[in-house]
């Protein structure tokens, strides 16, 4: 069985602060992993994946993510955080086209 | 290029009546999905697909069934609705690098 866990429901920074966003995940064999962000009243929209390659990934917005195998982890990131950042943020995980997301975790950003 | 179409976006059932959701989509993807949007539960998978006439279960697929007799629809159906299916469904279509998603159908049974 796969799963992916978010251990925050909240985070909170002010503007121009650097930002973490946590994900850990469980599978057997090599994960598929990704960070969507979902606006309200909107569906999910892509930020960044990892497939294989470097353990950062960059993506849309300035936004980027480490891959640890070790810690099982992928951590969405970024060095200064905006206003416009506040969302809800979903880590997804693939295994044999099977995509699992976490429960979310809302990121609201104070000027 | 419309990406991922659902319809209908609102819904309101009884319970007991029957629907289905559909979702259409014009990029060619393979792969397509369903899911349930709850507060403080994230997306949780109901049923997804691998191509057309495959269909597989999710996370939470009980109450629900799903069909893929074209590549680009894939529906979801609900023979007797129950006031727990009252929810957000989001349908997505993937070629295995990011997936692109609709723009959700909220749906109340009451």
């Known amino acids: 069985a796969q799963s992916v866990a978010q251990p925050e429901d909240q985070v909170n920074v002010a503007e121009g602060n650097p930002l973490t966003v946590k994900c850990t995940y469980s599978?057997?064999?090599?994960?598929?992993l990704f960070w969507y962000v979902q606006y309200p009243n909107r569906g999910l929209q892509f930020l960044l994946k990892?497939?294989?390659?470097?353990?950062l990934v960059k993506g849309s917005y300035g936004f980027e993510a480490e891959f640890n195998k070790s810690q099982t982890s992928f951590h969405l990131k970024k060095p200064s955080a905006l206003v416009s950042d506040s969302a809800l943020y979903f880590c997804?995980?693939?295994?044999?086209?099977?995509?699992?997301f976490g429960a979310g975790t809302r990121l609201t950003v104070k000027p | 290029n419309a990406g991922v179409t659902q319809t209908p976006k609102f819904r309101v059932l009884k319970t007991g009546q029957s629907m289905t959701l559909l979702c259409a989509q014009d990029?060619?993807?393979?792969?397509m999905y369903w899911y349930r949007q709850d507060p403080g539960m994230g997306l949780r998978l109901i049923h997804y697909?691998?191509?057309?006439?495959?269909?597989a279960k999710g996370e939470v697929p009980d109450g629900y069934n799903v069909s893929r007799l074209k590549k680009q629809n894939f529906l979801l159906g609900l023979e007797s609705a129950a006031p727990s299916q009252t929810s957000v469904y989001f349908c997505?279509?993937?070629?295995?690098?990011?997936?692109?998603f609709g723009q959700g159908t909220r749906l109340t049974v009451v």
């Open positions: 990029m060619n993807h393979e792969y």
């Open positions: 997804a995980l693939c295994n044999n086209n099977d995509m699992r």
């Open positions: 599978v057997s064999g090599n994960p598929y």
């Open positions: 697909s691998v191509g057309e006439g495959t269909t």
């Open positions: 997505a279509s993937s070629l295995m690098t990011e997936a692109f």
């Open positions: 990892y497939i294989t390659g470097d353990n």
